[in-house]
């Protein structure tokens, strides 16, 4: 059982990377699976998608693939976005375009948004929205939104609100208790070779 966890924020140093490294130590110390992967859009490593994907280009080629096998791989995926201007930041909104083979298809994710102050609902109502129909990775109806981010989570219990800080981390532990059940009983949805991709490449 391998869970992936997507740092969605472009900043080099972020407070939702903060929370996908809280996150992977959270799914590991628990032994909600037995390996994790952390990936992180910091400085933009992936340029604006262009065409040259569909024509093999070498160099994206190279970018691409370490990423799609760790992906692949993948039973389960975090995706954490902060809400920037309302949205979510167009490298995760990019991130979603590369991967139309399978990689994500019919794994469930959970959805993480981050706030430093009481925002982090648009982003939500905008992965469910817009960010699963080629790709189809699979949304569960479980989400967490880390409000006053910068007060929760943090390894120094000096900067943390502990009333706020206790209840998002109970909240992770049952949010990441329910994604590795879903992880688990979606295999099988996968295997069963009713998701073959052949038949209609592109979601409607
Ligand atoms: C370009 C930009 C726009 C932002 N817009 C919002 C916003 O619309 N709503 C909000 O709650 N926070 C907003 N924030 C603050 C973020 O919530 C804050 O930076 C938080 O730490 C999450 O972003 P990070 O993961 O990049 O650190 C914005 C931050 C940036 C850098």
Known sequence: ?????????????????KVARFVQRTLEDKGLCDETWLFRLAQNPLPLWDESIWESNPEWQARLQPIGEQLASSDGLVVVSPEWHGQVPAGLKNFFLMWGRGELAHKPALIVTV???DGGAYPVAELRMSSYKNNR??????????????SVLNDNEVDNNPVADQYFRGRFAYALGILREYALAMRQVRASGATDLSVFKNGM
Not at 12 to 17: C, P, Y
Not at 137 to 150: A, D, G, T
């Open 115 to 117: 706030s430093s102050a």
């Open 1 to 17: 059982m391998k869970i992936s966890i997507i740092s969605g924020s472009h900043r080099k140093v972020s407070q939702s990377e």
């Open 137 to 150: 990775i699979c949304y569960i109806p479980e989400h967490v939104i880390v409000r006053h981010v910068e």
